[in-house]
């Protein structure tokens, strides 16, 4: 596992994606965290966009979504409302960069009734790391064996999101339920990257450097498995306030 203490997430990370997408011949698929933290990696990419090749071969996964209901048959909220994490992957990421490439950008995600069977592949996967180690709708106590589920979203987790002094979904109505992918799919990723930034990161980030192995009560520790920290990188903003990390 690298670990990289950056001024700022966008060209780090950017340039790195940049690398991995220039380097794959075929499709590419990237999934990414639809919330504040990965918006400068997004500015920077669409403002780089030139410099990439194989926008035409690269596919956006889903990593999450709001789902209507507890109980199946699961359906997704309607990409209209203002939760849904696809319609601000479109507004703040896909849209434009459709239009600085002249491509339409294709979503893949798995169908909701069908979660267990969707396997497309993960060339890049950026985590963000969330409220007790979350990452996308991956909450505490999630097992390893997981894949692609529904899951039920802790009160606090909808609240971080949805606060009024919230970067990302500002006094929306978030649902109880999620569709995410989960453990499995950090296993099967060729390239991870996790992204911290914000004093408010201080103690989680803290929290999950000191993990040598998986604990379910801290999704995002993951990351330590011996199956992913080989292909992880760390970037941690200086705001988080780690010392003795290079």
Same mark, same amino acid.
């Given at each position: 596992m690298r670990i990289e203490v950056v001024p700022s997430l966008a060209e780090p990370v950017g340039a790195l994606w940049k690398k991995l997408q220039v380097q794959e011949k075929g499709h590419f698929f990237v999934s990414s965290p639809l919330s504040a933290s990965p918006l400068p990696i997004?500015?920077?990419v669409v403002k780089y966009a030139d410099a990439f090749t194989g926008w035409d071969r690269f596919r956006f996964v889903l990593m999450d979504e709001m789902v209507d209901r507890s109980k199946p048959p699961f359906?997704? =909220?309607? =990409?209209?409302?203002?939760?849904?994490?696809?319609g601000f992957a479109q507004k703040h990421f896909l849209y434009p960069l459709q239009k600085k490439t002249g491509i339409t950008i294709k979503v893949l995600k798995p169908h909701p009734q069908y979660l267990e069977t969707y396997s497309k592949p993960i060339d890049l996967l950026i985590l963000?790391?969330?409220?007790?180690?979350?990452?996308?709708n991956v909450m505490p106590g999630t097992k390893e064996n997981t894949g692609w589920h529904v899951a039920h979203l802790t009160s606090e987790f909808r609240e971080t999101h949805t606060d009024s002094t919230s970067q990302s979904y500002p006094g929306v109505h978030f649902r109880e339920y999620g569709m995410s992918l989960g453990p499995q799919q950090v296993l099967s990723s060729k390239n991870v990257v996790v992204i911290a930034s914000g004093e408010k990161k201080h103690h989680m980030a803290k929290q999950l450097l000191s993990y040598d192995s998986f604990d379910p009560d801290f999704p995002l520790s993951i990351v330590c498995h011996p199956k992913v920290s080989e292909k992880t990188t760390i970037f =941690?903003?200086?705001?988080?306030g780690i010392d003795g990390v290079h």
């Open positions: 997004y500015q920077w359906t997704y =909220i309607p =990409i209209t409302d203002a939760a849904s994490y696809e963000a790391l969330g409220v007790h180690g979350n990452y996308a =941690i903003t200086d705001d988080v």
